[in-house]
Nanobody, 131 residues
Framework: QVHLVESGGGSVQPGGSLRLSCAASGFTSEYYAIGWFRQAPGKEREGVSCLSSYDRNTYYRESVKGRFTISRDNAKNTVYLQMNSLKPEDTAVYYC????????????????????????WGQGALVTVPS
């Protein structure tokens, strides 16, 4: 069975850092595009950052550029999201996901539709940055 499991969430003061991990099982993540998405209370889910298969390309939401970095460790079959200079508006549940269409159109990562087509999701990790 295919699974994604997030870890590394928590509460951090503004300006602090967290690293989220997304461990894949049942498939080799290197062969697939993986994305990080988030959903704040009362808001739509949104794409944060995506990494193409074989790490050829990355894509970031404008509001996190220069602060977040997506990467992958193939030996651990794990994708990471390093989050620096965190802000209260980054507070959300963060999910990793993969699925149809993401690799062929990585820029759709932050669109309002791509996440609806992704079939495999983790359970989410809560990130809280108090104001």
């Amino acid at each position: 069975q295919v699974h994604l499991v997030e870890s590394g969430g928590g509460s951090v003061q503004p300006g602090g850092s967290l690293r989220l991990s997304c461990a894949a099982s049942g498939f080799t993540s290197e062969y697939y595009a993986i994305g990080w998405f988030r959903q704040a209370p009362g808001k739509e889910r949104e794409g944060v950052s995506c990494l193409s298969s074989y790490d050829r390309n990355t894509y970031y939401r404008e509001s996190v550029k220069g602060r977040f970095t997506i990467s992958r460790d193939n030996a651990k079959n794990t994708v990471y999201l390093q989050m620096n200079s965190l802000k209260p508006e980054d507070t959300a549940v963060y999910y990793c996901a993969t699925g149809w269409g993401l690799d062929s159109d990585l820029a759709s990562c932050t669109s309002d539709y791509r996440y609806r087509y992704l079939e495999v999701w983790g359970q989410g990790a809560l990130v809280t940055v108090p104001s």
